[in-house]
């Protein structure tokens, strides 16, 4: 038996060359090098065509190439007897902290204020914010997002989460389920989303939760490009209440070249970069689970198709 790797357009080189190094018993196979398809038994995939998987009748377990599952849960075509898992790893969670501190500082500096004055010649100054009087809230503190808050909560900053259920305690505020979410949003002067695509958090942040958040703040998605209603947010940032925008991911992706944010003074736009799996730190989990299928045991990191993340 063998693992198929699926993710159309990407070079997969260095995610073949993992899996081998983690385990080289195991065959690895792209799509095209497939002779029988009965011999598939877990498959790694980032946006697959839909129906794909539908020949694969030994297929056991497909993993999410990231720790997002939402291009896995929407195919309906996935037979139910196939269990969905994605990737938890520690360096998924620090990149994205990371990432999310330099956003963070970048609005409070007004960095991208000086880069374009520099490209226009122009000496201008600006007052700024400072660390100890900046709230930041957390939009899913799941592995990620819990991570990104204690990180920013160290560095200083009032930090607050909201997520579905109350979960475990934790060093920073926390807020949950939709009765408690406007509370949530009365302190953030800085909303970063970092919950999953579902169907319940899609189209989430909205004009009328954006108009919740305090006159002035700034919002960032790390999350997924649908949680944002486009004109929403522009509407919201051209109205005032929203200062500005720094947005990793879109829908669809790439951003149409036409696409307004493109060009909007007070939205910054990355090309879903916040934080990429590492291939190397990874393949080992995916093997495990090829081997945990194999030997009958249940798989680990594995979602819930009916919660949807
Ligand atoms: P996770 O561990 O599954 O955590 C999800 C969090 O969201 C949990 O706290 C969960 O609440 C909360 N949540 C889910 N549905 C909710 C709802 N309806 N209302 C309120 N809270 C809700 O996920 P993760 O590993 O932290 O990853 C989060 C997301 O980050 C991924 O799905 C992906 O979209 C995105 N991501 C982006 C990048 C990038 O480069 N931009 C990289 C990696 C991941 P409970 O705690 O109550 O379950
Ligand atoms: C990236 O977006 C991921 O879901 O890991």
Same mark, same amino acid.
Do not use: N, Q, S, W
């Given at each position: 038996m063998s693992i198929l790797i699926v993710s159309p357009g990407k070079n997969l080189d260095r995610w073949v060359e993992a899996l081998k190094e983690a385990d080289p018993s195991v065959p690895v196979y792209l799509p095209e090098q497939?002779? $029988?398809?009965? $011999?598939?038994?877990f498959a790694l995939a980032w946006n697959h065509p839909s129906g794909f998987f539908n020949h694969f009748k030994n297929l056991g377990g497909i993993s999410s #190439? +990231?720790? +997002?599952v939402d291009h896995l849960v929407k195919d309906p075509q996935i037979p139910d007897r196939v269990t969905i898992t994605r990737i938890i790893d520690p360096l998924l969670s620090g990149d994205m902290a990371e990432f999310a501190l330099a956003v963070v500082l970048k609005h409070m500096r007004r960095l991208t204020r000086y880069c374009r004055y520099q490209a226009e010649n122009q000496w201008k100054k600006h007052s700024y914010l400072r660390v100890k009087n900046v709230s930041i809230g957390i939009m899913g503190t799941g592995m990620i997002g819990h991570h990104v808050a204690n990180y920013l909560l160290n560095t200083g900053f009032r930090v607050s989460g909201w997520s579905r259920t109350q979960g475990k305690e934790a060093a920073y505020g926390k807020y949950y389920g939709k009765e408690q979410l406007n509370d949530f949003l009365k302190g953030c002067n800085i909303l970063i989303c970092l919950l999953p695509l579902t169907n319940a958090t @899609? %189209?989430?942040?909205n004009k009328h939760l954006l108009r919740? /958040?305090? /006159? +002035?703040a700034h919002v960032i998605n790390l %999350?997924? %490009?649908? @949680?944002?209603l486009d004109g929403d947010l522009i509407q919201c940032i051209d109205e005032g209440h929203i200062s500005s925008a720094h947005l990793?991911? #879109?829908?669809?992706?790439?951003?149409?070249?036409? @696409?307004p944010f493109w060009e909007h003074p007070k939205i910054d736009v990355t090309p879903h970069v916040a934080s990429l799996t590492d291939p190397r730190s990874v393949a080992g989990q995916v093997m495990e689970n090829y081997h945990r299928l194999q030997a009958g045991e249940p798989l680990i990191n594995t979602v819930s198709r009916d919660r949807g993340y």
């Open positions: 497939v002779k $029988d398809p009965a $011999d598939i038994k #190439f +990231g720790a +997002g @899609h %189209g989430i942040i919740k /958040l305090p /006159l +002035g %999350g997924r %490009g649908a @949680h944002v990793d991911v #879109f829908d669809p992706e790439p951003l149409p070249e036409d @696409h």
